[in-house]
């Protein structure tokens, strides 16, 4: 059984910085792709960054780009989200999910992704 859980979130003022890192395990984590997705309050959820199965292709959502890193650790089975300048319109539960063996191109629409975490909070005070 695939499991992933995130960790990380929680409240920080706007400009500051959180590092999100989501566990999985039930499956080879090194041959898949690893997103990020986010779903504020009354809004659909949206992409926000992948990296591919190898580590060497991060790929993220204009809103985000410049001020997210997205990595992982294949030894550790983990990805992680590097979030800095929050601004409170990153307000919003975070997911990450796994899917796409092997994949070349980046993966950004949700139904590629096979697995998805619990989701975390993530609340930007202004």
């Known amino acids: 059984q695939v499991q992933l859980v995130e960790s990380g979130g929680g409240l920080v003022q706007a400009g500051g910085s959180l590092r999100l890192s989501c566990i999985a395990s039930g499956r080879t984590f090194s041959r898949y792709a690893m997103g990020w997705f986010r779903q504020a309050p009354g809004k659909e959820r949206e992409f926000v960054a992948t990296?591919?199965?190898?580590?060497?292709?991060?790929y993220y959502a204009d809103s985000v780009k410049g001020r997210f890193t997205i990595s992982r650790d294949n030894a550790k089975n983990t990805v992680y989200l590097q979030m800095n300048s929050l601004q409170p319109e990153d307000t919003a539960v975070y997911y990450c999910?796994?899917?796409?063996?092997?994949?070349?191109?980046?993966?950004?629409?949700?139904?590629?992704?096979?697995?998805w975490g619990q989701g975390i909070q993530v609340t930007v005070s202004s």
């Open positions: 999910a796994t899917g796409g063996f092997q994949n070349s191109a980046p993966i950004v629409a949700e139904y590629e992704y096979d697995y």
């Open positions: 990296i591919n199965w190898s580590g060497v292709r991060p």
